[in-house]
């Protein structure tokens, strides 16, 4: 069973940045893929980036060229950075990771993200 671990979020002005952590444990096989998703409100969850074993990364066309997602894979750990935030940025934004030899999808607990004057 993996855990993942969330961290960081919080509210902001529009402009402004945040940053996100995800750590991952208790996987046996090694973790494939980890992404981040958002859900705002009202609204179904969407994909937001996804960081592949071979450190392949790919984005949203929404977040394109504000957010940054790295892996440190010694750590486990996938982080966010988001810069330039806008108010359609607000969501309850999830972890997500996927082990090796399975497509099961295990989520974090979720981290808020509030962007308004």
């Known amino acids: ?7 960081g979020g919080g509210s902001v002005q ?7 952590s995800c750590t991952a444990s208790g996987s046996r096989v090694g973790i494939n893929i980890m992404a981040w998703y958002r859900q705002a409100p009202g609204k179904e969850r969407a994909l937001v980036a996804v960081i592949t074993s071979a450190n392949h990364v790919k984005y949203a066309d929404s977040v394109q060229g504000r957010f940054t997602a790295t892996r440190d894979f010694a750590k486990n750990t ?7 935030l ?4 607000t969501a309850v934004y999830y972890c997500n990771a996927v082990q090796f030899l399975s497509d099961y999808d295990f989520w974090g607990q979720g981290s808020r993200v509030t962007v308004s004057y």
């Open 1 to 7: 069973q993996v855990q993942l671990d969330e961290s």
């Open 78 to 84: 996938i982080y966010l950075q988001m810069n330039h």
């Open 86 to 89: 806008k108010p359609d940025d």
């Open 14 to 20: 529009p402009g402004g940045s945040l940053r996100l």
